[in-house]
């Protein structure tokens, strides 16, 4: 006779442990699941979503605050882009990280002007991109998370002011 104990997730492994309470013994079993997409409208407060500079996420870097956190957020369906506004004042460090499960396919983090044109970039292959810049003028500039290989994956960012 099997009892099932409990199931723990661990991003994306599911991990059941069980007791054959006959032989008084525990076993571990884990089986992959497949990615779940999150909504991210109740980070990005639109539904619609946050693929372009006219729609970004307003963030208060800038106006205040120093630090911006997004938990649970997905890149999907595929070619979803997100992307997140700051008003840095000049002078300002930007500092920008995701974590994500690289098995899922890989993300890309930039940061970008108006115009999109790149100022930072990070595309490797770790369970943590970061970038950091060096702001030198008034202007809003954008955090984007997107996935180049037209993966699905889900993420958590971390944007702040470094000094």
């Known amino acids: 006779m099997r009892i099932s104990i409990a199931a723990i997730v661990f991003g994306p492994l599911l991990s059941i442990l069980s007791v054959c309470a006959d032989a008084g013994r525990a076993d571990i079993?884990?089986?992959v699941v497949a990615l779940s997409c999150h909504d991210d409208s109740?980070?990005?407060?639109d539904p619609g979503g946050n693929d372009s500079v006219a729609v970004a996420t307003p963030t208060d870097i800038g106006a205040g605050a120093v630090v911006f956190n997004?938990?649970?957020?997905?890149?999907c369906p595929d070619g979803d882009v997100d992307l997140f506004a700051l008003q840095p004042k000049t002078t300002d460090t930007i500092e920008a990280r995701v974590h994500y499960d690289p098995s899922f396919g890989r993300l890309a983090l930039r940061l970008v002007d108006g115009g999109g044109t790149a100022l930072a970039a990070d595309d490797s292959d770790g369970r943590v991109l970061r970038i950091r810049y060096r702001h030198d003028m008034v202007e809003t500039l954008y955090v984007e998370v997107s996935a180049p290989d037209?993966?699905?994956n889900n993420y958590d960012v971390q944007m702040f002011i470094a000094d």
């Open 29 to 31: 079993g884990a089986d």
């Open 150 to 152: 037209g993966a699905e």
């Open 70 to 75: 997004g938990a649970n957020l997905s890149i």
């Open 42 to 45: 109740l980070v990005t407060g």
